[in-house]
């Protein structure tokens, strides 16, 4: 079992920042990428950034010099750091995992709200 528990969700004003975190507990063995997805309302679930065992990290276009994503492999979590925040960024934030032959891993998201 592998459990994937988000915080850090809130209310924010446009332009302000915001962190959000996710601890990964359990059989949290080979794990190979971590990171964060959200959902649009009305829209598909979306890559936002992801980083590697490795430390490479991937972010999409829109979210690029606005966002962070970093690990603590000592505390094994994942925390993304949003600055610049706009109303368009308002969504449903997941944290994933991905475990190598074992697959992908999702949390149950956090809610960030960006007020215009």
């Known amino acids: 079992q592998v459990q994937l528990v988000e915080s850090g969700g809130g209310l924010v004003q446009a332009g302000g920042s915001l962190s959000l975190s996710c601890a990964a507990s359990?059989?949290?063995?080979?794990?190979?990428?971590w990171g964060w997805y959200r959902r649009v309302p009305g829209k598909q679930r979306e890559l936002v950034a992801t980083i590697t065992s490795g430390g490479s990290t991937n972010y999409a276009d829109f979210v690029k010099g606005r966002f962070i994503i970093s690990r603590d492999n000592t505390k094994n979590t994942v925390n993304l750091q949003m600055s610049s925040l706009e109303h368009a960024d308002t969504a449903v934030y997941y944290c994933y995992i991905n475990r190598q032959i074992w697959g992908a891993y999702w949390g149950q998201g956090t809610q960030v709200t960006v007020s215009s």
């Open positions: 359990g059989n949290i063995r080979n794990i190979n990428t």
